[in-house]
């Protein structure tokens, strides 16, 4: 791997994680200042632009290019965001506006690099869970706080305007099946994506109230999205996806101490960067419109937790949604490795 590109994917992997801390440390900061269907409200509003406007600025920035102004553009947003703390509702629309555009540049600009392979995406959406898990136990936003987050999300659009716009170096696959068999394993890869975005909210974490084993959870949330991405790469996507999925069930579901859920979610979140670059895959040309999918059917898997806290884990029906999710990614990637043909 050439230096530039691991200087590239290091300096957007760790603004994601600085992206996604200031967006959380906005939302969690109004926290005991308004009741619970209110801050419902707040949270429902985030997730649905953060997430769901992606595919639009995806399709905007495949017709422009120019993706590393994305980035600096989200990073500019959320910067600007803090100011209107005294207004929930519009810093929360502010953030989650930069949040999504963030998302789109970094995210096509590392699949433009990644020449097909899951590792960079793996290392790209890694940090995210962290920043949103040490962001969230910011719970207040001092006026002082204000300046230096600000600052932070500044030096992002300073750090990343020095590095270089990323080109494709190849487009890694084309699709030989037919239409019909394309949007089969288009729409199955998207529902393995909804169901891991359920499962990842509503699991019932045994000790969720304590922070260090809660954070050792996250780690493995984001260890499990790189080791995943890596792992496909050396013994393939349909491999990868169905056997990590296979072991993660008795781990998660039988859970009996918290390290035998750590090591299940890890590997439940191996699929996290092969879904990506299955789907960027097939839409070579629409690489921030096959980011933005990703997103949003991640909103849609979050809906249902969120509206209703729901939590699963220990019983029968965590463990069908379970076999559901390896059935679905199996089948979606098994198709797509089947008919996939790489460009010379």
Known sequence: ????????????????????FCCAA???SY?????????????????????GIQPLIGYISDKTGFVRNYAITGCGIIAFSFFFLKTPF??????????AFYHIGGGSAILKISEGKSLLSGIFVAPGAIGLFLGAFLWKIPSFQIFWLSGLMVAGMIIISMIEE??????????????????????????????????????D????????????????????????????????????????LLISLPLLYLAY??????????????????????LSDMMPNKKGFAFGLTTLF????????????????????????????????GIGLKIFESNKKEFN
């Open 166 to 203: 990323p080109v494709d170096k190849k487009l890694s696959f084309n699709f030989v099946g037919n239409k019909i068999l394309f949007f089969i394993s288009v729409a199955l890869i998207l529902f393995s994506v909804s169901i891991r975005s359920f499962i990842g909210l509503s699991y």
């Open 298 to 329: 991640l909103l849609f898997g979050a809906i249902i937790p969120i509206l209703y806290n729901i939590k699963v884990s220990h019983d029968i029906i965590f463990a069908i949604i379970v076999c559901i999710s390896i059935a679905v990614t």
């Open 257 to 278: 101490n918290p390290f035998m859920e750590i090591a299940g979610i890890m590997l439940f979140n191996f699929t996290m960067p092969i879904t990506l670059t299955a």
């Open 1 to 20: 791997m050439q230096s530039k590109t691991i200087t590239d994917i290091t300096i957007y992997s760790i603004f994601h994680a600085f992206v996604d």
């Open 205 to 244: 974490f045994s000790l969720k109230s304590n922070f260090l084993p809660m954070l050792l959870f996250v780690f493995s949330v984001a260890f499990g999205k790189a080791s995943g991405g890596w792992f496909s790469d050396k013994f393939g996507m349909f491999n990868t996806s169905v056997i990590a």
């Open 26 to 28: 906005i939302v969690y």
């Open 31 to 51: 926290v005991g200042k308004f009741d619970v269907e209110e801050l419902l409200k707040i949270v429902l509003l985030y997730n649905g632009i953060a997430f």
């Open 90 to 99: 519009v810093a929360v629309s502010v953030a989650a506006l930069g949040n």
